[in-house]
């Protein structure tokens, strides 16, 4: 049922590195034609590394991992692209639809075809107003049932942070700072929140992914929360402005469920004049490459 690519399964069995990246970013988080570029960009930036990319998504009902040129095109400009969650894949299967994959679908398949690392931009996770919505990630609840390190800025910054994090607690998903003991903010190098734990090098990471292995029977993630270098991260005054007004027009709107996070990534583009564009793709690229240095050190072993 899984369609995993010659090269993605060559090197998973021979323990070379690979990555996993989701197809959500692609088809519902960058605009067009922006997208296609950054996610050719993006599978180079792995390879540059030495890891082979694996792109993750499901075409006409069949879980891919890793992608060929045409069906990269097809995540990045075919109308009608659903974005599945993790609940969301039986039923894409069963009737044979197509559709983008977020951190949560991506990591559930990352981990069937045997990849462990996995990179991204920013982890889904409570939203703000959760009292009244009951709106969190199904991307949380998976990282906690499923063995695999995720790269990525912390958790998107229009998000409520403080309580997800102590959802990830509870849920006894590891996080780790790298280089930093500060929780990154995404579009921010720092979103306010510290971390209990900072790791210094991928070969460091490694490590508490061996000690995973050795000291855990159930299965459950590893974050490492790598920040958008501060030269490159969106002007925390303009970010504050701007997500309230988001905030306020999703409400208005009547903007609910999986379009919520597409709504608030699209106003803040559109709204900082691109800026947020280029703070997100910084934190991408700068996840990406250190998920190809983990792979890697992981590798080694
Ligand atoms: N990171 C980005 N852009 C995105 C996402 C993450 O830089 O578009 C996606 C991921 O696929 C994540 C999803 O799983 O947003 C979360 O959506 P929701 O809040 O509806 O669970
Ligand atoms: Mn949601």
């Not at 694996?54 to 400009?77: C, F, M, S, W, Y």
């Not at 049932?145 to 912390?154: D, E, L, Q, S, Y």
């Not at 803040?268 to 990406?288: D, F, Y």
């Amino acid at each position: 049922m899984l369609s995993v690519a010659d090269e993605v399964r060559d090197a998973v069995g021979a323990g070379r590195p690979v990555v996993a990246l989701e197809s959500t970013i692609i088809a519902h988080g960058l605009p067009r034609p922006r997208n296609l570029r950054v996610a050719a960009e993006l599978e180079q930036a792995v390879r540059d590394e030495g890891a082979v990319p694996a792109t993750i998504a499901v075409l006409d009902g069949r879980p891919h991992v890793g992608l060929d040129k045409q069906q990269l095109e097809r995540v990045a400009n075919e109308d009608g692209i659903r974005k599945l969650s993790r609940r969301d894949l039986p039923l894409a299967v069963a009737t044979g639809a197509s559709g983008a994959t977020t951190v949560s679908a991506t990591a559930l398949l990352a981990a069937r075809a045997g990849v462990r690392v996995f990179a991204t931009g920013g982890l889904g996770g409570v939203h703000r107003g959760w009292t009244q919505t009951q709106d969190e990630s199904a991307d949380l609840g998976l990282l906690a049932r499923t063995r695999i390190t995720v790269v990525c800025a912390g958790v998107k910054s229009i998000l409520d942070v403080p309580a997800t994090l102590q959802r990830l607690e509870t849920l006894g998903v590891s996080v780790a700072g790298f280089g930093t003991d500060r929780f990154p903010g995404f579009y921010l190098a720092d979103s306010g929140e510290p971390v209990d734990w900072t790791l210094g090098t991928p070969g460091e990471v490694a490590a508490v992914m061996r000690a995973q292995d050795a000291l855990e029977a159930d299965e459950s993630a590893l974050i490492v929360a790598n920040p958008v270098p501060e030269a490159e991260q969106l002007d925390p005054a303009l970010h504050a402005r701007v997500l309230e007004n988001g905030l306020r027009a999703c409400g208005e709107q009547g903007v609910s469920g999986q379009a919520v996070t597409p709504f608030l990534l699209d106003y803040l583009v559109r709204h900082t004049g691109g800026a947020s564009l280029e703070a997100n793709l910084a934190a991408v690229r700068g996840n990406v490459r250190l998920g190809g240095r983990i792979a890697a050190a992981w590798a080694e072993r």
